[in-house]
């Protein structure tokens, strides 16, 4: 039994740095974005809000990662989960044209077919109307933006603490 022992760690050694180098050398082929909202206006319209938020999103793999889909969330103070109704690029600009309350367009409209470069990290911008009261969205416990690659990867930047 002991004769054994030897060329099992041996052959457990050999087997477990393969396995390091393969899973060493991909690294950068694991698509997902890391990132952080870094800040959040918001304007009352109706029995809604509308919410600009600027973010700043890192894509750490070695490939762009291109946009399938962007949406926003928020959760009340009640738990109740609001999806926010997106605006275009085009709607973004109308908005900030009319709507001066908001302040200006700081940053691009991250939208579908958008590509993020690799190891890179870039400033862009979510827009969309909530139908909730503005109270809501000032009390609110989180904010979410999702991002969806094409290839079905999903990437979700959260506030980093409810304003006070």
Known sequence: M?????????????????????????????VELKGSILKVRSL????????????RVTNSAAIPFVVNSVKMSMET??????DAVMFSKADVGRVTRYLKFLGPQYNDVLSI??????????DRMAAGRF????????????????IEELGGVVSEITEPAPPQ
């Open 77 to 82: 103070p009640d738990g109740e989960v609001a």
């Open 44 to 55: 009352a319209e109706g029995d809604g809000a509308i919410v600009f938020a600027d973010f």
């Open 131 to 146: 139908a909730f009261p503005p109270k809501f969205l000032q009390q609110r416990k989180t904010l979410r933006i999702k």
């Open 2 to 30: 002991g004769r054994w022992i030897v060329p099992f760690i041996v052959g457990l050694a050999v087997v477990g740095g393969a396995l390091f180098g393969v899973l060493y050398m991909n690294r950068g082929s694991h």
């Open 113 to 122: 077919q958008d590509k993020l470069p690799p190891v890179q990290t870039v």
